[in-house]
């Protein structure tokens, strides 16, 4: 059983809905990481929190829009998204340790489609 | 340069007969980490083993194995006595510790099939 939740599993939306993605994890780790993967394709970085911190945003429009209410929870706020957005979105999380194995675990996923 | 390879864009294998999926990187960093991952057609990436640089023997966990050939940059997957739940895409991804960033670098995976 996991311990990274994502709702929801599925989502659609036009371009000029407002949706969000969220994100849960119980496993008290202090980074967590919002991933795009298109199909037949490696999972893309967008967003990195260290300690409720955005660490990394790997220039991703700004109509995706991430946000870390607490160490637990990461949301994904999307915002007139366009019809090549249509993904699996994958959130994970991990411990955060240097010089160590710090594995990412990751969630479900939500497939967004886009119309 | 890509720094994951995975060559094998599909695979297929019987059903209780071991596997090997290969996986080459490419670092300058002394200090790495490998991962291999599975991911269903359900769409969750699964953990299923890691191999860090500085260690001596090659990590196992239940049925998988990694063959880690550090002089060769290889950290092949072998799966033994295959299940068709082990039908997936499986991921190989490496994590530099050099830098200041977290980043896992992921190959382009391998589709593997297991037959009955």
């Known amino acids: 059983d996991t311990e990274v939740t994502q709702t929801p599993k599925h989502l659609v939306m036009g371009m000029t809905n407002k949706k969000s993605l969220k994100c849960e994890q119980h496993?008290?780790?202090?980074?967590m990481y919002w991933y795009k993967q298109k199909a037949k394709k490696p999972p893309e970085l967008m967003f990195v929190?260290?300690?409720?911190?955005?660490?990394i945003n790997e220039s991703v429009p700004s109509r995706f829009s991430p946000e870390c209410p607490n160490s637990s929870l990461l949301n994904l706020h999307l915002h007139a998204l366009q019809p090549e957005d249509s993904a699996l979105y994958l959130c994970?999380?991990?411990?955060?340790?240097?010089?160590?194995?710090?594995?990412?675990?990751f969630g479900p996923g939500t497939r967004l489609t886009v119309l | 340069a890509q720094k994951i390879t995975q060559t094998q864009p599909g695979m297929f294998v019987q059903e209780k007969e071991a596997v090997t999926l290969d996986c080459t990187y490419d670092?300058?960093?002394?200090?790495?980490?490998l991962f291999w991952y599975k991911q269903p057609s359900s769409g969750e990436m699964i953990f299923l083993i890691y191999?860090?640089?500085?260690?001596?023997q090659n990590a196992t966990e239940g049925r998988y194995s990694l063959n880690f050939q550090k002089a060769r940059k290889s950290a092949n997957l072998v799966i033994s006595a295959s299940q068709l739940g082990d039908s997936a895409m499986y991921f190989c991804?490496?994590?530099?510790?050099?830098?200041?960033?977290?980043?896992?670098?992921f190959g382009t995976g391998t589709l593997l099939a297991v037959q009955p």
């Open positions: 191999q860090g640089s500085y260690d001596q």
């Open positions: 670092t300058s960093d002394p200090s790495y980490g």
């Open positions: 929190y260290s300690y409720e911190k955005l660490s």
């Open positions: 994970a999380s991990s411990q955060e340790r240097w010089g160590s194995t710090d594995t990412q675990y």
């Open positions: 496993m008290g780790h202090r980074a």
């Open positions: 991804a490496m994590r530099e510790y050099g830098g200041a960033t977290n980043k896992l670098i």
